[in-house]
């Protein structure tokens, strides 16, 4: 039988072999204990959705055009009512205690340290006012639809409370397709790490009219557009939508009102085979318009991730498993060094491209790369 | 010299390694037997069909709208006049006590747990009159014609005696490209197994007039439109043709009466480098209207699988292969909870998509995935 | 350092495991000496066109379409003036004594019991004297164009004398990229293998005009459309090009009288890098028209290959590589063992495709076959 | 711990194992320390751009024509103004002492014997005076814009005194992608090996506006179209720009007087990610005309390839790994060698498809050549 693998503790240093952003992700897999580690790193069913995001990326390629002046150059952007120092945001990523016993806290210190937008989840393994009182200014939270309605409102009126900016409803994990890899790993979460934000919340029983049990499960928490609908004319902050990957879709929350999408399938967590958000993030775009905001994750992993995600239609994106790396192997010195490092990398494409502006990223043309053999 | 190693007896309880239908595949390696396996397992000639069977479907991904109400959601449907509980039939699988001593009772008998149809085969292990006494209400005789035309007309009628509810003529095996997986492993069949429905027959010598030995054994049991004309006149069941892969001939049985057709290359065991069922299938659904019954076999691994065929032209689909993996490692109880898994996959599908009836799946857009590179 | 690994002696009877006509391939790496192998085996180059060769046919699937009377099928065609009983040759191979003893004449029996034409090489290392002794009716001639044009006219006058019915020019081989592999394999022709056509003959120094050494070495025998108008209108027999790749010369040498022409590229072993000899035959066919004689080479390692060249345009194919693996396993019988098993292949495909003669499968449409992943 | 390897002393003779000029690739890693290897061999980032460089080449089949008398065929070309006797030019290559002792003089020597444009670079490890010394008539100088501009000019003025006949302005390295592998290695610069040309000369420090490090540094010697316009106005000497990858970029220099661009991506050593500079050939060469010297590098391992690019629109293509490589194996005779392989490889392709000047290859169809699997 296999002796269970004892991880390193958290450096207190930036280790001297990370030589760019995505390299925090070997080396993670010294700091995270395996199953643990099977339960962040791996996508629903057989990671075939996992490794399309990643695919997805090198598709395209990015042309050097070295002749301008970048002596004014900014990664500055707004992004509806908010200003952003960079295009890149902290994805909501949930029980963080996995991996360091700071956990969300030390990602909001590494998010005020870098000018970075966190986005807190419903199921932090703090609590969102904890989190607020580390973070700097910008936060964003984010929200899954509860069982009961009331317990919803209170999420919503606890973020507004904490001067949370907006409200992000991610829309595609009412039932989950389960990973067969942290099913094989036999991942179980710790007892003492929990949703804190929950605690005195209690799920209602299913009472699903349908016999099928995964339609019944599906019905207690559907984002339904009647109750998205809502939610946003309700909520005193702006609602973003995430988990969108259909351009009608898109436009239909667009109408609804919402401020914004995420295109987005979960880091490849929710239904496996589902195509790489990049890949449909085209459409979508054409699907709202310039001016709508649209963010995306699933598969960034460097700064030219990023210029490709917007060259390609986004306005933003966010950072899930990344950060949960950093976060592993360093605390909030790790996270901040790997944002530090996301963003220089994208600085280079801009200054190569001749972008002088995220703005300007948008209208680069990106080259269709295709491999002829194996 | 390598020992020869002693397959595992069936258990009498789910394995608690399943976490999809699929997984019984990998399971089933300990179960059955190395050279039955690949008697099984293999693909005519250097398995290429088989292969591209499984590619088919990564080559299109589903795209998440998980915005609908889905609390009256069904997997019911009508297929010509029969009502199916769900899209999965168990397809003819030729001697089962191969694999398990209860064979094509056990199967008979998890068919009747789950609602579903089966397709019983010439070549079973066992009767079709005792099938039918295992079974519950909803069986299909498939039928291979036989040399002497007496014979087929003999096994009609003791499938319409025993309550069957459709005959599915095969008609892609006439003569057959042999696996040299089967031939290397030195497969024979064993002589306790034997085809249970022809034991009063002998099958007619050759008597072709061709020079040709190839020309003159597929004389001998070639289904001509003649004779499957004859067939589908004289039959009282409705007839449905299986091995089904040009769009021509789709319309040609839709106008000589066929009450359906099954879309397949026989699992990738009749002639190597056919290509999958799945790539033929929007052309086979464009030739025949949407109204003709047509089914899919040949690849299905898994509900998002099944939800792909529905998407791409398909009423339902017939699950080969991992039914005997299923019959394998845990007989009846096997069969049953596959075909439940298969089932759960499947309505995770349409609850992610939105599509409340599997006739909806029809209209659905499924998107085209091209990996960049290996 | 290796043992040098001593090759097994040839068999007098078919051995067991042979399942199908590309088994010999697999089978000949035991009875052909290392260095002897490299050399047949091994392209130009990097072997990038042997491979392409090879892939040239995987994507293409053959659709069944099994509903046909067979009863009077065949596989025999006309090709200009001539009768064949089935659409193989035995390609032009040099030096067949490098893997049996009984070399060119074993290959010339096996021709004869198969009723297949064998062409017979220039560098046949037994004389086309004693070829034409052993084999049948049906013989053609290949010849390499001499630096001496006086030697060239002999040989077509020998070819005449022993009743060859055809000179196949090969026209692809005036310089040649050289095999890494065989290069790196070390092989050098055995002093005891000589061309025996050749005897007599010595090759003139070289003496071109241009500075450059490749240039002068090819123009000593580059096969000049001059030289070939000469060599049709001289020549008592038909004279078919073989080595032939662009639509615009296959239509130039239909105008210059040729009578047919052989689309190859030599197996892989002229330039590395060449297209597959099958990606390009549709477009000449396409040249010169539907009645001119096409042959085609290059990768055929089925009987379904071969149908896949008759579908795509050809009237017939030549078998090189397998002629001689199946030589070196076991001689004559392994040849006409190897020539059984093609034909019946083939026949296989038509029956399963309803093409009751070669002509039929021309108007056979395959299906373009794309894999999705790796 | 691993031990440190020694590397082989350049031999002072041809190796017999080296069949063609890509061979020297594999052989040098026997004669260049492993971290001094990986900062030669490594790209930018993961690499990925290196590879496509090099599938690129792969993606396209030469179609044999070998019907032409090549009596009279010549490799020799005009470029501009310059008359070269065969299309390869040695690209620049910094700091040659990494490999072996006698550095860009052995090269020199090399390029004067086998006729070939040495192109010097401003980083060389020996002045441009003493290379002056050692080659032939033929030579190019590699410029980097200086921080300072009184620097650069001076470059300039020291390059029109040695006699070269052509500055290369290098415009894609302002700043570069660290290579992932290089930092893994741990390779940094041996004190002894320096650039010779700018030992009097010191970097002034960076004074960037931008709040942005990567901004900053960019500026301190970006290639601005208005510094380029300058430097093309008052350079006594033709000026080619070097590292342009965008058709409208292509347009614009052409506009802006210069006497030709080099389209290159640094041989993968700047941008990972950026595409192939064989793919953005062709629309560089439409945007430009027919007649703008157009050269290529980045790949380029074989006469075949060199082929290839020019049938794709390059009038010439520079050589930059190999030249390393063989200058590693055998100093000056391995260049002189390597050379003369390329160029025999690049007749072989002409006389097989019947070209008998450069000129007429640029008329070549090439075969867009796909591989079906893996």
Redesign the interface.
Known sequence: MEQPQTPLTPLSYIPS?I??AQ?YEALAHQFIEPKRLAYIEGGS?HD??L??NR??F??????????????????ALTLGSHALEHPFLLAPVAYQKLVHPNAELATAQAAAATDTTMVSSTLSSVTMEDIAEHSGAMRWFQLYLQPDEQNTTELVIRAVKSDYQAIVVT??A??Q??S?RV??AGFVMPNEITAANLESQFQKPHE???K????SD??VS????AR?EKLIRECPLPVIIK?V??P??AA?LHDLGAAGIVVS?HGGR??????ASL??LPAIRDAVGDRFPVLLDSGIR?G?DAF?AIALGADAVLIGRLQVYALSVAGALGVAHMLKLLR??F??????TGCQSVTAIRSTTL?S??????
Chains 1, 2, 3, 4 share one sequence.
């Open positions: 072999e030589a760019c390299d069913g075939r959705t490794q399309l695919d997805a090198q598709k395209w390629g990015i042309i050097p055009r070295p002749f301008a002046d970048m002596a004014h150059a900014t990664t829309v595609d009412a039932v397709s389960p067969i099913l094989r699903g009219v349908s099928s049990r995964i339609f599906y019905m559907a984002p339904t557009f998205l988990g990957l259909s009608q879709d239909a399938n929710t239904l496996d085979g589902t195509p890949d449909l460097s030219s490709k220089e990398e600085e280079l494409c801009m200054a190569m080259h790369v295709m491999r002829a053999s194996c």
